[in-house]
């Protein structure tokens, strides 16, 4: 599977923002298709890790289709958390995935901890698996993160999920604040592809 380059490929996720930057990520040759057009829900994901639900969901996916898929699994890491919500990060957003609840949930989390966080730099990172898998055989799986700072308001309107109280180091603007081709050049999704760009 290695040995030759994938020129059609089934995106594994029923998150509009994400299948918009993967479909960015990708070169333009590849035939992409989304699990919206088979009609998928998405597996339940028990795994532990980034990892172990980025190939859950890529497995899954293609058993369905017989395609060729490349899955994401993401997610917001907050120190004085102790990391949550990390692999729940989606579900801290209720069973529709609201983010608006899941951002007013990190904000009360963050206050119950410290009530005087907003003063200080909370340290958080968002961390992606990416993986690819045929049928049963996993192809690769990689990960990637870039590490940032809690805002203290959410701030901007073009990103989604959590991205807008995550300010990236070295930055002053959320992910949301800025233009989409910049953030995808510094995010954790795009770190990651560059790992796995080999196969495309």
Known sequence: MSHYKI????????????????????????????????????????????????????????????????????????????KKPGIFSARWGGKKGDFNIAIRKVYRELDKKDRNWKDKKIRARFICALSLSYLDKKIACVSAKVEGTISNEPRGKKGFGYDPIFIPNGKTKTFSEMEQFKKYKIDHRFKAFQKIKKFF
């Open 7 to 82: 020129n059609k490929l089934l995106i594994g996720t029923n998150n509009k923002g994400k299948l918009r930057e993967i479909r960015d990520l990708l070169p333009k040759n590849i035939k992409t298709l989304s699990t919206y057009k088979f009609s998928l829900k998405s597996p339940k994901e028990n795994g532990e890790t980034f990892e172990e639900n980025s190939l859950i969901k890529s497995k899954y996916f293609s058993k369905k289709t017989n395609l060729i898929c490349l899955a994401d699994d993401s997610g917001l890491e907050i120190d004085l958390l102790n």
